[in-house]
């Protein structure tokens, strides 16, 4: 249990289906991250938030659209996606990384997301 | 884009033996962290080195940082069952600026320690 969870842990969809990913962490983090990990390539940072305002958006495709209501929870809309999008979606928590501090990760489980 | 290359991507080792895995860039870091990933989880931290030359002990886990920050190993002793997983290194740079420091992870090495 690392403090952070995510539903649904498996999720299967058409490409004109419109579905959403959440994340909630209960560790009073203020900066919450998605990442995309497909099968031989890095990690991938897709967005960024701290203190529920977006700071990083990492020429990700319009199709995947993330909400940040507060510090606790996030969400991943997706839209008309490609079979190419397939993959396991991670959210991650940490402190804001401030002067000195590094940035430890805290992830979910992951959803799993297959797209037809 | 600094790329961080891990190797060897795979490894299936008998139980009680040893390895070591590498993790190497061109580019310095600020810090480096290691996680583990198990089946059906998400990335657990294992350790963060952050001075060059920095040797870390987690049980029979031993991680290295290189002394230009450009690069880390991990050694592990007795392998055990446990240690199977996913292990991936991350190198951060941090911006004096404020500006979210940057972690960029390698692709990962599968390790599978056999009874």
């Known amino acids: 249990e690392t403090g952070v969870t995510q539903t649904p842990r498996h999720l299967v969809m058409g490409m004109t289906n419109k579905k959403s990913l959440k994340c909630e962490q209960h560790?009073?983090?203020?900066?919450m991250y998605w990442y995309k990990q497909s099968a031989k390539k890095p990690l991938e940072l897709m967005f960024v938030?701290?203190?529920?305002?977006?700071?990083e958006n990492n020429s990700v495709p319009s199709r995947f659209s993330p909400e940040c209501p507060n510090s606790s929870h996030l969400f991943l809309h997706l839209h008309t996606l490609q079979p190419e999008d397939s993959a396991l979606y991670l959210c991650?928590?940490?402190?804001?990384?401030?002067?000195?501090?590094?940035?430890?990760?805290?992830f979910g489980e992951g959803s799993r997301l297959t797209v037809l | 884009t600094q790329l961080l290359e891990q190797s060897p991507q795979f490894l299936s080792i008998q139980e009680g033996e040893n390895l070591t895995v590498y993790c190497n860039s061109s580019?310095?870091?600020?810090?480096l962290q290691w996680y583990r990933q198990e089946p059906g989880e998400g990335p657990v931290l294992l350790v963060t080195?952050?001075?060059?030359?920095e040797v870390k002990k987690l049980k029979r886990l031993t991680f290295q940082f290189g002394d230009a920050r450009k690069d880390s190993s991990l050694h592990i002793t007795a392998a055990q069952p446990g240690d199977t997983g996913l292990y991936l290194c991350?190198?951060?740079?941090?911006?004096?600026?404020?500006?979210?420091?940057?972690?960029?992870f390698g692709k990962g090495i599968t390790l599978s320690v056999r009874p």
């Open positions: 580019s310095v870091f600020s810090s």
């Open positions: 991650a928590s940490s402190q804001h990384p401030g002067l000195g501090n590094t940035g430890e990760l805290f």
């Open positions: 991350a190198g951060e740079h941090f911006f004096y600026t404020g500006a979210n420091s940057k972690l960029t």
């Open positions: 938030y701290n203190f529920k305002e977006q700071t």
């Open positions: 080195v952050v001075t060059g030359g």
């Open positions: 560790l009073g983090h203020n900066a």
